[in-house]
């Protein structure tokens, strides 16, 4: 469980979903993510993101460990920072902070599917479709909901494959 705002706690999925974001619940800040669009106009090429909410390192030498992978909308902007309604969030596979979230590279059943994230262990430069995915989900959209996936029917390109 992680603190919340205002002494609530964010233990679960269902606590981040509705909630505007940045600022992030105590205890979590984002540790990256990928705009999305339901259109081809540059215009809205943020109008949706999936992105991972990790809890911060505990020190310097620490590694932040991560918690969710959400879905959200663009709710607004504070100065140059997006804000984002949260529509989903799923639990980040526990002991599987190696792997990497991956958006609009991946396939299902060897199809190329521009709406699937995926948590990819890229560990090698010799293949160049990584198969190692700890979760995976296609985002629904305009609802902004992940349709969960079985792994074992996705992967997704290798970006440090030397053919590339």
Same mark, same amino acid.
């Given at each position: 469980?992680?603190?919340?705002p205002?002494g609530?706690? =964010?233990?679960? &999925?269902t606590?981040?979903?509705?909630?505007? *974001?940045?600022?992030?619940?105590?205890?979590?800040?984002?540790?990256?993510?990928?705009c999305v669009?339901?259109?081809?106009?540059?215009?809205?090429?943020?109008?949706?993101? =999936?992105?991972?909410?990790? &809890?911060?390192?505990?020190d310097?030498? %620490?590694?932040?460990?991560?918690?969710?992978?959400?879905?959200?909308?663009?709710?607004?902007?504070? %100065?140059?920072?997006?804000?984002?309604?949260?529509?989903?969030a799923?639990?980040?596979?526990?002991?599987?902070?190696?792997?990497?979230?991956?958006? %609009?590279?991946?396939?299902?059943?060897?199809?190329?599917?521009a #709406? =699937?994230?995926?948590l =990819?262990?890229? #560990?090698?430069?010799? &293949?160049?479709?990584?198969?190692?995915v700890?979760?995976?989900?296609?985002l629904?959209?305009?609802d902004?909901?992940?349709? *969960?996936?079985?792994?074992?029917?996705?992967?997704?390109?290798?970006?440090?494959?030397?053919?590339?």
């Amino acid at each position: 469980m992680v603190d919340g705002p205002a002494g609530t706690v =964010v233990g679960a &999925t269902t606590d981040l979903i509705g909630r505007v *974001m940045p600022p992030y619940p105590a205890g979590l800040d984002e540790l990256g993510g990928s705009c999305v669009s339901a259109s081809a106009g540059a215009a809205h090429v943020c109008d949706y993101s =999936v992105g991972v909410l990790a &809890t911060p390192a505990v020190d310097q030498a %620490g590694e932040p460990v991560p918690r969710f992978v959400v879905a959200g909308q663009l709710a607004g902007r504070d %100065g140059a920072r997006a804000q984002w309604r949260i529509t989903d969030a799923q639990p980040y596979p526990a002991g599987r902070s190696d792997y990497y979230l991956q958006f %609009g590279t991946c396939r299902v059943n060897g199809r190329d599917d521009a #709406h =699937v994230a995926a948590l =990819v262990r890229q #560990h090698d430069t010799v &293949t160049e479709w990584l198969k190692d995915v700890a979760w995976a989900g296609r985002l629904r959209l305009p609802d902004a909901r992940f349709d *969960m996936l079985d792994v074992r029917t996705v992967d997704c390109i290798n970006e440090a494959y030397y053919g590339l």
